[in-house]
T-cell receptor, first 113, second 108 residues
Framework: ETGVTQSPTHLIKTRGQQVTLRCSSQ?????VSWYQQALGQGPQFIFQ???????GRGNFPPRFSGLQFPNYSSELNVNALELDDSALYLC????????????FGSGTRLTVV | KNEVEQSPQNLTAQEGEFITINCSYS?????LHWLQQHPGGGIVSLFM???GKKKHGRLIATINIQEKHSSLHITASHPRDSAVYIC??????????FGTGTSLTVIP
């Protein structure tokens, strides 16, 4: 049983650029959630995908978008990067059909300069 | 206003001490989660609770739905327990709210 893998682990981007972060879900999990964690803060919910469709979204602007693929892996895309987007981005997979427990990835640390 | 409040924010304990971290929430939830985050960011899900009490090794989590309160207890604390412990709640409709975490340091 594999865990959740996120890539890349670290990334530096320039303000205004676009970024794509990737997450592979744990085997058997069909739901992926994305979170943004600013320094010294708790994670903030961005959105969740279930079977390739978005089925929940937090208070983030439309320039944060996502995809889930048939193998349940997922991407988080952020357009027009702002300095405040610098954060740790965490992905978690789960399976509501199997009790809903979450497995988190180690995160991608994004720095916008 | 934060929907999830944790206390204390920081906690230092001597090895062997019994530790309690508290979490209060203000919204109706479908489940409450206790998470452990180590330096570098990786998060481990410790417990998911919707009622009662769960135990795993030296960790115990309890929840009182009526009082909207949960506690995480660590018995016989050890330096390797040093981490940030985060309380999170999940709502119907897949909305999640997280506390800001409790930073625990256990001194040998």
């Amino acid at each position: 049983e594999t865990g959740v893998t996120q890539s890349p682990t670290h990334l530096i981007k320039t303000r205004g650029q676009q970024v794509t972060l990737r997450c592979s879900s744990q085997s058997g999990h069909n739901t992926v959630s994305w979170y943004q964690q600013a320094l010294g803060q708790g994670p903030q919910f961005i959105f969740q995908y279930y079977r390739e469709e978005e089925n929940g979204r937090g208070n983030f602007p439309p320039r944060f978008s996502g995809l889930q693929f048939p193998n349940y892996s997922s991407e988080l895309n952020v357009n027009a990067l702002e300095l405040d987007d610098s954060a740790l981005y965490l992905c978690a997979s789960s399976s509501p059909d199997r009790g809903g427990g979450y497995t988190f990835g180690s995160g991608t640390r994004l720095t916008v300069v | 206003k934060n929907e999830v409040e944790q206390s204390p924010q920081n906690l230092t304990a001597q090895e062997g001490e019994f530790i309690t971290i508290n979490c209060s929430y203000s919204v109706g939830i479908s489940a409450l989660h206790w998470l452990q985050q180590h330096p570098g960011g990786g998060i481990v899900s410790l417990f998911m609770l919707s009622s009662g009490k769960k135990k795993h090794g030296r960790l115990i989590a309890t929840i009182n739905i009526q009082e909207k309160h949960s506690s995480l207890h660590i018995t016989a604390s050890h330096p390797r327990d040093s981490a940030v412990y985060i309380c999170a709640v999940s709502l119907a409709g897949n909305q999640f709210y997280f506390g800001t975490g409790t930073s625990l340091t256990v001194i040998p």
